[in-house]
């Protein structure tokens, strides 16, 4: 369970990162969410564009396995790709900003779609 460079807080159930993000790595509420780990397809919301998304619109669904998301909060907003929602919970599902790019999905997983993400990101 890892989300590149958010801080850990001990304290809330969290994990450390690298720091490079702001932000908590959250472990899912077990009462907020259906299942944890959320397994499965889900669909991601825009925040900004970009050619790595270029060729997948929104309605098409990607594939997660994790525990742990960011929340979204006002200092990492300028990092946000794309966000999803599952059960009671959104959360940052890929963040980008210049060259870099992480996705909380599983591109190799997501057929077509992820195909296509990996297609645009080395283009």
Request: proline fraction near 6%; hydrophobic fraction near 30%; aromatic fraction near 10%.
């Given at each position: 369970?890892?989300?590149l460079?958010?801080?850990?807080d ?32 889900n669909?991601?919301i825009?925040?900004?564009?970009s050619p790595?998304l ?6 098409d669904?990607?594939?997660f ?6 929340p ?15 059960g009671?919970?959104?959360?940052v ?11 909380q999905?599983h ?12 297609k645009?990101?080395?283009?």
């Amino acid at each position: 369970e890892e989300f590149l460079g958010h801080d850990g807080d001990a304290t809330k159930k969290t994990i450390e990162g690298l720091g490079v993000i702001p932000g908590k790595v959250i472990r899912f509420d077990d009462d907020a969410v259906p299942a944890v780990p959320h397994i499965g397809w889900n669909g991601r919301i825009p925040h900004q564009s970009s050619p790595v998304l270029s060729t997948s619109e929104e309605k098409d669904e990607v594939y997660f396995v994790h525990s742990y998301y960011v929340p979204i909060i006002e200092e990492n907003k300028d990092w946000i790709l794309t966000s999803t929602t599952y059960g009671n919970q959104r959360y940052v599902s890929s963040v980008q900003k210049g060259c870099v790019v992480a996705t909380q999905f599983h591109p190799e997983k997501s057929g077509t779609t992820g195909l296509n993400i990996f297609k645009n990101f080395l283009q």
